[in-house]
């Protein structure tokens, strides 16, 4: 069976807190994965070491079957709980800058900053500040951004806490269009329950363990 993902054995404590504890997994081509807990389950720490921002204790992580962290970073987009973006720029200029630090050739930057907005009708807001779009709208500039790379996986961490539920099916309208679309492969973590119904496969996480893994 193809395993675009493998996660082997991840363990991660800080100080008398076990956050993720031994936990293994895998994800396939194409699948929208969901990973659901409560508040403090492990979700975010889990895929803060699967991106590489954060170093494991213990375990193994491997896309296409290569553990190499360069190799990882560069074929990973991630969506962070939190916008990243820079507040005083405009929702172009934030994508550019952005989009050349994986792209070195200036003209292959500007074709791609189209290519992502058309497909995630940015065209009516590029020239706004990234601080006064709306909610949803900073949602999917995020969402560009990760995916600025090409990447094989997309991982989003609660990408729609805090928005209101029209918003929500705004922003999943567009991640089911990628998937559908583009062939993405979607790993997501969320504690909403009727989000990760949608999903292909389920993972609950509590208390960094996973208690119970199988479909929706």
Not at 12 to 33: C, H, M, R, T
Not at 69 to 84: K, L, P, T
Not at 101 to 126: A, F, G, H, T
Not at 189 to 194: A, S
Request: glycine share 6%; net charge neutral; no cysteine.
């Amino acid at each position: 069976m193809e395993k675009l993902l493998e996660v082997k054995n991840l363990y991660k404590q800080f100080d008398e807190i076990v956050a993720v504890n031994d936990i293994s997994f895998y994800v396939k081509p194409g699948e929208l994965y969901a990973f659901l807990g409560q508040n403090g389950a492990g979700k975010s720490t889990t895929i803060r070491m699967i991106n590489t921002l954060l170093k494991k204790d213990k375990g193994t992580v491997l896309l296409n079957g290569n553990a190499d962290e360069a190799y990882i970073r560069n074929h990973i987009g991630v969506v962070f709980q939190e916008n990243v973006l820079d507040d005083l720029l405009t929702v172009k200029e934030n994508l550019i800058s952005r989009g050349s630090l994986y792209i070195n050739d200036k003209k292959l930057v500007l074709e791609r900053y189209e290519e992502l907005s058309s497909k995630l009708n940015l065209k009516v807001i590029e020239n706004q500040t990234f601080k006064t779009l709306s909610g949803g709208q900073k949602r999917r500039v995020e969402i560009a951004r990760a995916l600025f790379s090409n990447p094989k996986l997309l991982m989003l961490d609660e990408p729609t806490t805090g928005l209101d539920p029209e918003t929500r099916q705004v922003i999943w309208r567009v991640i089911e269009d990628l998937r559908t679309n583009e062939g993405i492969t979607v790993f997501l973590t969320t504690h909403y329950m009727e989000e990760a119904a949608n999903a292909d496969h389920i993972v609950i996480i509590h208390k960094g363990n996973i208690v119970v893994h199988g479909s929706p």
